[in-house]
């Protein structure tokens, strides 16, 4: 069997509810390996994973949300509720942040030995590795299926795991020099990644929410698409895009000879619109038809305040 195949084919929804059983375990395993090492960098860990729980759980419900059906209040669909699920992350890993790196200063002024540090480190080594399985699996499916929720929980994992393995080089170097200093450290250093991380995942959801122009490498497929169908009597402008969750719109003015039919003019915008579909996955594609010898100038008046 393909894993990278299945992975990419898995539905967002059953890795997310996956997420939220591993979250729950990692959980279990991080508090136990606190529990018995007293390591305020394990602790920081397990707080990290509680935050992969609600995260996980709030994704799944925005995922949810948002592949329901365009309706009469919301005629473009529900895309954009993964936006939500974004930024909640964002924001909870920065709560998280806090409380990790207030707990690490305060062990500093404090510093206390620690015990057990085979069992504790073990725990944290097996429970970053369920993670980082699920992490991969998850932003190839995210990719695939163009779900942000679903990249975002994914790219929290990774930090996750990044955060565990330095979490356990600063305990084993504790265990070996003996400089019970080095665990609080590393904890101040776990919350400052995270912190980063979280404002990364808001500064994207808000960018999603605002409309953001669709990627260059898409407008570059959608031009190509579109330089297919140019000859002197056909030409296209006023091209605009924007992301909506796994959606991508464009809106564009279509010239033609003015002395065409409406159905030989609709059949040419017909094809233009499928050939867009078919070379930019989700995309959806509004063309106004004009006459060559018709330009339109339209401007906001908000615009110009």
Do not use: C
């Not at 330095?166 to 250093?189: F, H, S």
């Amino acid at each position: 069997m393909d894993l990278r195949s299945t992975a990419k084919n898995a539905s967002p929804t059953l890795l997310l509810r996956l997420s939220i059983v591993v979250a729950i375990v990692t959980i279990v395993m991080k508090t136990a390996a606190w529990w018995i090492t007293d390591s305020v960098g394990l602790l920081s860990d397990a707080m990290e994973s509680l935050v992969n729980l609600a995260s996980a759980a709030f994704a799944l419900t925005m995922v949810t949300i948002a592949r329901r059906p365009a309706d009469a209040d919301h005629p473009y669909g529900h895309h954009k509720a993964e936006y939500f699920s974004s930024g909640f992350e964002g924001l909870a890993i920065i709560v998280a942040a806090v409380g990790i790196a207030w707990a690490a200063v305060q062990r500093l002024f404090h510093p206390q030995p620690l015990g057990l540090l085979g069992w504790g480190l073990a725990l944290s080594v097996s429970s970053s590795a369920l993670n980082g399985v699920l992490a991969w699996a998850m932003l190839q499916s995210g990719r695939k299926h163009r779900s942000m929720a679903l990249e975002g929980d994914a790219r929290h994992l990774i930090t996750d795991v990044w955060t565990s393995a330095g979490v356990v080089l600063g305990v084993g170097l504790v265990a070996l020099t003996g400089w019970a200093w080095l665990d609080p450290a590393v904890a101040v250093g776990v919350a400052l990644n995270i912190l980063r991380e979280g404002a990364h995942l808001m500064w994207k959801s808000s960018q999603g929410l605002m409309d953001e122009a669709l990627e260059p490498e898409v407008m570059e497929e959608v031009g190509k698409t579109l330089a297919a169908f140019e000859h002197p009597a056909i030409r296209f402008d006023h091209l605009s895009s924007r992301r909506s969750g796994k959606r991508r719109f464009i809106d564009l003015h279509m010239h033609m000879p003015s002395d065409w039919t409406l159905r030989r003019a609709a059949a040419v915008r017909a094809s233009v619109e499928q050939a867009l579909m078919s070379a930019v996955p989700g995309l959806r594609a509004t063309i106004q038809l004009l006459p060559n010898d018709v330009e339109v100038h339209s401007q906001d008046e908000d615009d110009l305040i």
